[in-house]
C-alpha cells in the first residue's frame, strides 16, 4: 500500500478544538471524572495534539490496540507500530462506562483535552511486551506509564491546550510550524537527526557526510526523557545541542525539541519514529547503532544492518529512508574526522569528553567545540567543582558533632564552595521537630537530610550532615539522591558504645538505663552499621583533630578538595 492512499482526509493541523468549543468543555468538564497524567504520558498527549502521530484522531480503541500488536496496523490498515493508549488504575476504569467523557489534566489539574471514551480493557501487559519485542529481542516499555495493573481507554480526543513548557519556548515548534520552515527555506530533503546524548566533532563531521550525500538538511533534536525537569542534564543537552547547530550554516541544520522520549522498544519504536518524523516534514532519518554504546573497531553489528534493511523495506509507507551511521576515523595529519569505509571506528567521543571534564583535563580540539565543551562543563565539573555531602554516622556520644563543626571550619577556611551544617539536633529543631524516635520517623527524618544536602549539592555547596541514621535504608536513599549531582562519602563514626555512655555528655545514656528515656539507639533501639562507609573513624582512638585531619587527607587523596 502507498503512503498516501492510507491516510484519512483531513488535515487539521492540531487537535486542538476552537476556543468557543473549549469553553464549553470547561464548563461541561466540571462533571466530568479526570485523569492526571504523568510526564510520559503528557508527552504522549502533546504528540497526539500537535499531530506529530498523525492520523490518529485520539488514544487507540481495543480493536485498533489487537491489530496494531498483531500486524503492525490499525484496522484500516494504516501502518502503526505501537499502541497509544490511555493507562488508569482498575479502580477508575471500574466507575467509567464506554461513552463517557474524561477530563485529561496535568499533574497540577490544569485540564489538557475531553476523551471520548469508546473502549475500556484490562491489557495482557505481558502479551504487550512479547508482541512489541517481535522481531528483534529488544526491551520494551508499551503504553502502560508505569501503572503496574493498568487498564486502558481508547477514544477521540478533543485538546484544550497544549501541555505547559517553559523551557526553551523559542525552538519547540510543532509538526506543522517545522514542516512551514522547511516550505519557506526551500529544504525539500531533511534527515531527521535524534540523540539523547551531546554530538561533538566527530558526530559534525559524520552529519556534514549524510547531508552531502543526500543533498539534505538537517533537522536536529535531542531526545528528552519524561523526567526532563528533574534533571540538569536535560538543559545541558539542549544547550550542547544549540550551541552544536550553531556550528553548521543556517540553511543547513535546524534546531527542534520535540516531546518525543526513548521508549526502548525496538524495531516498532524506530519504526514509530520514522512516522514522527515523516509528520515533522522529513523526508530521511538518521538510524544510530543501538548497540554502540562505546567506540568499537571497524564497522556494524549485522543486528544493525538487519534493523536498517527491516526499516528501508517499509520506507514506501512511512515515507521516511533510514540512513546508518558513517565509519569516522581521525585523520592524523588534519586533526579531523573523516569517512572510513575501508575501516577505523563508529566514533561515540561523548564519555571520554565528560571523562576528562570531570577529571578536570583538557579536551583536545578535535573532539569537541568550545562553545559545546562550555555548556557541558557546567554540568560535568572535576570533583573538586563538584557540590559533596560530608554524611556523618553513629551512635549518639560518638562525636559526630564535634568533628562536623570542626570540618565545617576547615572547609570554610578553605573557601572554595558555600559550606552548609545539618547537625542532627539542627534539623531536629528546624526540620523535623514534628518527628518521634520511631523507626519510620528516623528514616523520615535522615530522607529529609539526604533531599537539603541534594539541593545543597546541586547547586556546588558541601553539606555537612551528623544525624544518628541507624538504617541502611534512609542512608542508601540520601546517597541516592545526592550522588545524582555531586559526591557522597558516608563517615562511619564507630566509636564503641561503651565509650559513648561513658562520656555521655547529655546524661542520656543514665536517663535510658534508668528507664526514664524509652528506644535508645544503642541502649533499646537498633544501629544497623554502614557496610561500606567510605571512612570509619573510631574518636576513642583518635583526638579531634587527628580524626578531621584523616577525613581531609581522604577529601584530598580523591580531589574532592
Ligand atoms: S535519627 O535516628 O538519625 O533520626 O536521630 P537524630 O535526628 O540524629 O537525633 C539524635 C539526637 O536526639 C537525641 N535523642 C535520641 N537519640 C536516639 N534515640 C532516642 N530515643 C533519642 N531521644 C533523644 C539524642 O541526643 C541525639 O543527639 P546526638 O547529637 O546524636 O547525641
Known sequence: MQYSDSLPAHNAESLLVHFRRAELLKERAVEFKSVNLNPSQLCNLEMLLNRAFYPLEGYLGREDYKS???????RDGTLWPLPICLAVSEEFAAGLSEGECVAVRDA??????????????????????RAIRDPFPEGADG????????????GRVEGVSYPQRYDFTDFRLTPAEVQRFFVQKGWRKIVAVQAGRPLHKADR?????????????????????????????????????????????????????????????????????????????????????????EPRQ????????????????????????PVAEHCMALDQASCRYVRSDGG???????????????????????????????????????????????????????????????????????NSRPVTLLDGDIVRTNLSSELSFSKEHRNLNVIRIGFVASEIVKNGGVAICAPIAPYAESRRHARGAVEHY????????????????QRDRKGIYAKARAGIIKGLTGVDDPYIEPENPELRIDTSELSPNEAAHEILLYLSEHRFI
Open 68 to 74: 496494531v500488536l498483531s500486524d503492525m496496523r490499525l
Open 344 to 414: 577505523g571506528r563508529c566514533v561515540n567521543d561523548h564519555n571520554a569528553v565528560v571523562k576528562r571534564l570531570t577529571l578536570g583535563e583538557p579536551v583536545p580540539e578535535w573532539m569537541s567545540f568550545p562553545g559545546v565543551l562550555k555548556e557541558l562543563s557546567r554540568t560535568y565539573k572535576p570533583r573538586w567543582k563538584q557540590g559533596i555531602t560530608l554524611f556523618f554516622t553513629g551512635l549518639s556520644g560518638a562525636g559526630k558533632s564535634t568533628l562536623a563543626k570542626i570540618l565545617f571550619v576547615k572547609l570554610l577556611e578553605l
Open 108 to 129: 497540577e489539574g490544569f485540564m489538557l483535552a475531553v476523551l471520548t471514551v469508546s473502549d475500556i480493557w484490562k491489557p495482557d501487559l505481558k502479551a504487550e511486551a
Open 298 to 321: 571497524n564497522a556494524f553489528s549485522e543486528e544493525y544492518e538487519a534493523h536498517i534493511r527491516w526499516l528501508a523495506d517499509r520506507q514506501e509507507e512511512t515515507g521516511i529512508i
Open 486 to 501: 555531586g559526591g557522597f562519602v558516608e563517615i562511619h563514626v564507630c566509636t564503641p558504645l561503651s565509650v559513648c555512655e
Open 205 to 293: 563531521a559524520m552529519l556534514e557526510e549524510i547531508a552531502h550525500d543526500q543533498g539534505a538538511s538537517l533537522l536536529l533534536s535531542p531526545q528528552l526523557k519524561p523526567s526532563m525537569y528533574f534533571s540538569v542534564d536535560h538543559f545541558s543537552l539542549v544547550r550542547s545541542f544549540q550551541q552544536f547547530v550553531e556550528t553548521f550554516p543556517r540553511s543547513m541544520a535546524k534546531l527542534n525539541l520535540t516531546p518525543w522520549f526513548e521508549r526502548r522498544m525496538g524495531p516498532r519504536g524506530a519504526l514509530l519514529r520514522a512516522i514522527v518524523n515523516k509528520n515533522y516534514g522529513c523526508t530521511h532519518m538518521l538510524v544510530w547503532d543501538g548497540a554502540k554504546a
Open 143 to 154: 503504553c502502560h506509564g508505569g501503572l503496574v495493573e493498568p487498564w486502558y481507554l481508547g
